[in-house]
């Protein structure tokens, strides 16, 4: 198994948080804390030449990360290919209209959120996955803990969304720092653990 593969769980989200960061520097009146990550990626906007090939970064390594075993390896999978589509399919503005709340909502924003949604599912489901089955100790208990704060956060990025918070910027970049997380401790089983328990595409007998 390649190294790119191995430390994809680190370099994607590196690569997303990068290019975020340097995104809203092209984007005027851009705040992290007020403003979700897909306003950077808005249509007409110079901040999306720098997000969208984020998004392809993070997706394009998620396609890549091996598993500890064949499930978490196809979510994974189907998390990239819609990351994939988030990044590509662009919302009309920088302040991400809500398709069914906002009238100005366009077919690109309900397209985008329906993407959207589906990857935080996944990602939102992944650590429960990965604590049902054999890994080391620590990343048992780990996605334990990173379920529950996984799902919280979820909750709370939805609800931050619907009601137009000043805050559901911040909140959202919470749940991505908990999601990133669990990527980063998959990479680390990945490399530390030798190819018979992990297997480049999960091995089934990990199951």
Sequence with gaps: MSLIRKTA?????????????????HQPG??????????????????????????????????????????????????GTTAIAAGLIQVSEPRCPQPGHDPSATSSDVGHGLASIATFVLWTAMPFVARRHSGPSWYRLFNGVLGVATLAALVAAGSTARAESSHKG?????FLGVVFAWHVATAIVTITKPARLIGSNADPGCS
């Design 9 to 25: 769980g680190i370099w994607g989200p590196i690569g997303f948080c990068g290019a975020a960061a340097v995104a809203a520097r």
């Design 30 to 79: 851009y705040a992290h804390i007020s403003h979700h990550v897909s306003g950077l990626a808005a249509r007409g906007e110079r901040s999306a030449r720098v997000m969208i090939p984020g998004f392809l970064v993070l997706g394009i390594s998620s396609l890549l990360m091996p598993a500890p075993n064949v499930a978490l390896a196809r979510m994974a999978r189907v998390a």
């Design 170 to 174: 911040l909140v959202q970049r919470a």
